[in-house]
């Protein structure tokens, strides 16, 4: 048996880091099984569905490399294919028409309440009623009335739902359009999934899926209630606690592959390792090990993690988040190399993509702005004439390399009899406008000749007043 699985969000909200853990889950599945992975989008609540929530989900899954083998559907564009089946259960017996109206269906609520008991459908149109002239009726799925339904749930155990709680579900409303978990049935039947893997917020609908599905003659599928994501603080996660669109860690600079790894370690664990290639997460994953409990979203941890996966990238894999970052803040390079550079230079001094492209916008300036604290504390005293010996030498350098530089600073300092720290900072002030830097060989190498005596006359043009 081909597995197939599927992530199927409903685009009222950003996704975020739940849903893209959930997708994830999937993705992995479908991947270790050697599976197919679908993209459904669920997108007949109309009002609340959003374009904007729809191109996230595209871009997002797209950012994040979790490519899907079919789709996306959409369900917007499958509601022939409900009314159909809605037709054929009607049919069969397995669906029937419900006349009540909204004041009948209140006044039984009411007593119900009142009496203590669960609010359901009492079933009064179940064994036929007569059409009522001016009402539209809804479809109701004629549930099993007895018996009960047990849900073997991969990661919850075996979770028994009595067909005596379910009451007849409405599968239409009055004006034909199909409701969310009859659509969810037709779409896992009819793309052949074989585990559905989705948040344990939905495990309440299952029993409901499976007795329509089991009418219907489907197979049954696996199901996997995965727990959801909780805030640092024990509460529901929110957007103060980063559950903000996907793509905004793409902004910040996280990188995919530290993403999915931090979602993968939320309540599922390999022996003590954390950090997991796509190809390493696929070879150890299986559904059965998640966690039930919920995990808490902890943003320092997944902090940490990209900057473990920025330090193992090799750069040239790591090139485009770094021009991407660039040329948000206004920096446009394609100079291969040089960017290249810049990431070995620069990654362990930055947590993100975004930082390190902050880091290194003085590679690119047409002029460096001196912070002054640093031009006070190194450019003083006898800082500007150390900067015209190190101008001298470097102009006569014969090579530009980082060898060629580092021999030459660190002559300098031995024939003044300073430590290289005294040469090297009135150098990095000049060159990158602050006190902290890359190593001042590799900065100058990346900088360029032309570029560091540029800097170099500036920095002194400036300290003599002129
Ligand atoms: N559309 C549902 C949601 O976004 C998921 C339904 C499912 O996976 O069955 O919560
Ligand atoms: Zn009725």
Redesign the pocket.
């Known amino acids: 048996m081909t597995v197939v699985t ?5 685009p ?1 909200g950003m996704l975020h880091v739940g ?1 893209v853990r ?1 997708a994830l889950f999937s993705w992995l599945y479908a991947r270790r099984m050697g599976g197919k992975f679908i993209l459904r989008v ?1 997108d007949t609540d109309r009002e609340r569905s959003t374009d904007e929530a729809v191109r996230v989900i595209l871009d997002g899954m797209a950012w994040l490399g979790l490519t899907a083998d079919e789709g996306p559907y959409y369900q917007t564009q499958r509601f022939d294919r409900y009314g159909a089946v809605i037709g054929q259960m009607l049919a069969a017996g397995q669906a029937y028409h419900c006349y009540c109206t909204k004041e009948e269906l209140e006044a039984v609520r009411a007593e119900q309440t009142a009496r203590k008991e669960k609010p359901r459908y009492p079933g009064t149109c179940r064994h036929g009623r007569a059409p009522r002239p001016g009402v539209q009726p809804v479809v109701r799925f004629r549930n099993p009335a007895q018996g009960s339904v047990v849900v073997e749930d991969l990661v919850h155990g075996s979770v028994t739902f009595q067909n005596a709680e379910l009451d007849d579900l409405i599968i239409a409303r009055s004006d034909g359009t199909p409701t ?1 978990n009859f659509c ?1 049935v037709v779409d ?1 039947w009819d793309m052949g999934v074989t585990h ?1 893997i ?2 344990d ?2 495990l309440n ?1 299952t029993p409901r899926q499976m007795n329509m599905l089991l009418a219907l003659g489907a197979a049954l599928p696996t199901y996997a209630h995965v727990p959801m994501i909780l805030g640092p603080d024990g509460a529901k996660l929110s957007k103060r606690h980063g559950a903000v669109s996907v793509l905004q860690y793409e902004e910040e600079g996280y990188l995919p592959d530290a993403l999915l790894n931090y979602l993968v370690r939320l309540g599922w664990a390999h022996g003590d390792q954390e950090v997991f290639t796509r190809e390493e997460m696929i070879a150890a994953f299986d559904i059965k090990d998640v966690n039930r409990a919920a995990s808490a979203f902890n943003p320092e941890k997944l902090l940490w993690l990209n900057q473990q996966h920025m330090m193992r990238a090799t750069p040239a894999t790591l090139v485009p988040h770094l021009r991407a970052q660039l040329r948000r803040i206004g920096l446009d390079c394609d100079d291969q190399a040089l960017l290249e550079g810049i990431i070995l230079a620069q990654r362990e001094r930055a947590k993100t993509m975004k930082e390190m492209a902050l880091n290194s916008r003085f590679f690119f300036a047409e002029h460096v702005e001196i912070d002054p604290k640093a031009a006070a504390k190194h450019l003083g005293g006898g800082g500007r004439e150390t900067l015209q010996r190190v101008r001298e030498r470097l102009a006569g350098l014969g090579g530009w390399s980082t060898e060629a530089i580092h021999g030459a600073l660190e002559a300098l300092a031995a024939e003044l009899g300073a430590g290289l720290g005294k040469v090297a900072q009135p150098v990095r002030v000049a060159v990158t406008g602050a006190a902290v830097s890359p190593p001042i060989d590799v900065t100058l190498a990346l900088l360029g000749r032309e570029r560091t005596l540029a800097r170099l006359d500036a920095a002194m043009a400036a300290g003599s007043g002129a």
């Open positions: 599927r992530f199927a969000p409903s009222t849903g959930t669920e969310y969810v896992d559905v989705r948040g917020d939905h609908n």
